[in-house]
């Protein structure tokens, strides 16, 4: 990789005005958040996302430690919610341990499977009392076979009523039909998309639907290759949302060959998978890392940000996010 300096240039830029009435007044200076996580998805430099889950149980030191050293170096922790129908610690709790012990901003993804509309609303109302920057509004991954406990799907909303909820509270109005709340919860939002659908068309329908019901940006599933990148960061720009790609590296070969038999959206992107075969883990990495770093090269000047995925663990993916960070700087890794 070249260590000279990047020169980012210019993406579309968005500009957002305070949708809060001036009599109302929006907690913890949130306004002042939301813009802070809309500057750096505006600026020239990619914005650096890490996508992690929180911790199976109640043990959380070791994570924090790991995040630690994203401090001065990523710009979002984008945290997920209960990802493949695995129970994990609450996102909410865990996003709240992050921002109090390492000062990162958050995304907080909010999922239509597990909670009613009441649920729902807690939570977002928490998340605007505890100062979490963005909310991203999903349906939920399909619950496992087996492995579930026996849990139920609730889908009391959809995204797109989820979406409507959380302008609606934005708004101060709880949908029980009292005062507007004064003191206002202003979450920045944004959804999911799979620009690896074939065919595209029925991905650019949702995202158009969603951007009408007031998605500001997208955070996209994995993706493998420039055009495919661009195709959808090009519709999605149309639609006034920034882009924040999924990038996932892959740890070893098992990784690959799971990607490559069990998601058929990843049919085009077999090749990439065939260069993992028959190499060892430490070999795979660096692959992993170095296949990575020049795809995020190709695209930075085309989107809003990158967020690095953490699949089986966040080790890899806190190292690509460090060199993705040095190199973008201009500092050889």
């Not at 210019?10 to 907690?27: E, H, I, Q």
């Not at 998605?215 to 920034?242: K, S």
């Amino acid at each position: 990789m070249s260590g000279s300096r990047h020169d980012f240039p210019s993406r579309p830029s968005f500009r957002l005005k305070s949708p809060f009435p001036r009599k109302y007044r929006v907690g913890y200076d949130l306004w002042d958040l939301m813009n802070s996580i809309l500057s750096s998805l505006d600026r020239q430099k990619p914005s650096l996302w890490l996508e992690i889950a929180p911790p199976r149980g109640i043990a959380v030191q070791s994570l924090i430690e790991k995040l630690a050293s994203l401090r001065g170096h990523a710009d979002v922790i984008n945290l997920a919610d209960n990802a493949l129908g695995k129970v994990k610690m609450s996102g909410l709790v865990f996003a709240s341990m992050i921002k109090q012990r390492l000062g990162l901003a958050i995304a907080l993804n909010v999922s239509c499977r597990d909670r009613n509309r009441f649920a729902l609303k807690s939570d977002l109302l928490g998340a605007g009392a505890l100062g979490i920057e963005a909310v991203v509004a999903l349906r939920g991954d399909k619950l496992p076979k087996d492995g579930s406990a026996g849990a139920l799907p609730v889908h009391d909303v959809d995204t797109f009523g989820l979406l409507r909820m959380i302008a609606d509270l934005n708004l101060g109005d709880t949908g029980e039909g009292k005062r507007l709340l004064r003191t206002l919860p202003a979450l920045l939002v944004g959804v999911v998309g799979n620009p690896n659908r074939r065919p595209f068309e029925p991905e650019a329908e949702l995202l158009r639907r969603k951007a009408g019901a007031g998605a500001q940006f997208v955070v996209t599933q994995p993706i493998f290759d420039r055009t495919t990148a661009l195709t959808f960061t090009e519709e999605a720009q149309r639609l006034g949302l920034r882009v924040v790609l999924g990038i996932l590296p892959l740890k070893r070969e098992s990784m690959a060959d799971y990607m490559r038999t069990n998601i058929k959206d990843l049919s085009s992107a077999v090749h990439h998978f065939e260069r993992y075969a028959g190499v060892s883990d430490d070999d795979a990495r660096r692959i992993s890392l170095d296949w990575n770093l020049s795809l995020m090269d190709e695209l930075a000047s085309d989107v809003a940000g990158f967020n690095i995925m953490s699949g089986g663990g966040p080790s890899l993916a806190i190292e690509l996010a460090l060199e993705w960070n040095r190199h973008a700087d201009g500092i050889s890794p």
